[in-house]
């Protein structure tokens, strides 16, 4: 079955980081072992989430023709018999392709975490940053350079084209990845969402039912109050996404476009705290293939 043509841009673009990065940094990097290493490994890691995309895109191409199949089974007027065999075994499939999906959608945040850090190791060489390990340089050790009052000069280059994309992975991938998928500290939900009739697919984790109070989440709700406003500026009061929840979604979910670092870490720290849904995979994809892709030609220009 051809893959779904969103899916196939994907791809295509992630081979093309992976052609960039083998012809512009693997020259780059060849007189360093460590160096030559991570750009090795790097290029593994994007076969693999190529991998992952590619079943992710097959399953929720399978997906949305059984949200189609499901509507049309599905009995105009509820009866209290149960559904037919037709539509048990569509709800049934359904659930186990829901499930596999987050596996996958975890499995990308795992290989793109560390595709992150290889990334981050090639920078540190290309970029002559100090480091008290010669072969390893992670994501977040670069993000604490970047976000420095006066940055290292050397990664002006990177910064000036790939800050966004910087902030954004390393928000809604590197921590959203530590924090909710590997080292959990606290009692959370799991769970998908999935728009029922086009491509899309998210996890949704946020802290379990009573694990704060009201009160607790007022509080960190008023700690995000005075960013707010860049989100929720000329929309009605009541309106549905200006809810406390969503609207701290729209600010995790829009994290590089607040300016102040500090801000940025208190939107993820209340993140951090209370959780909810992520973006698409697609999404995110798309904001590290571009990274992958677009640096490969600062670096070697």
Known sequence: MPLPPPVTAMLDRLTQAHDEIQQRICPLVAADTNAKY?????????????????RLGT?????????????????????????????????????????????DMESLYIYGNLALDYWASIVKYVYGLPNDSAWRFPYNALH???????PPAALQPLISAHELDMHWLNYNLRIYRNGFIEHIDRPIQRGASAPNFYLGFSI??????????????????????????????GRPANYW????ALTLQWMFHGIDQIANHSDRELVSKAWRELGGETVSYEIIVQR???LLLSSASTMAP
Do not use: W
Request: hydrophobic letters at 40%; a positive charge; proline letters at 6%.
């Open 38 to 54: 991570q750009a090795s490994y790097l290029l593994s890691r994007i076969e693999d989430i190529k991998l992952i995309v590619e």
């Open 59 to 103: 399953q929720n191409d399978r997906m949305v023709i059984l949200a189609h199949r499901e509507d049309r089974l599905m009995p105009k007027v509820r009866q209290p018999t149960a559904f037919s065999k037709k539509l048990q075994a569509v709800m049934q499939e359904r659930n186990r392709l829901v499930a596999k999906m987050r596996i």
């Open 144 to 150: 604490e350079q970047i976000v420095k009052p006066t």
């Open 204 to 233: 949704h984790i946020p802290s379990a039912v009573g694990a704060l109070s009201d009160a607790e989440k007022a509080d960190i709700y008023a700690s995000i109050a005075h960013i707010a406003p860049q989100f929720t500026s």
């Open 241 to 244: 996404q200006r809810q406390p």
């Open 288 to 290: 590290l293939t571009n």
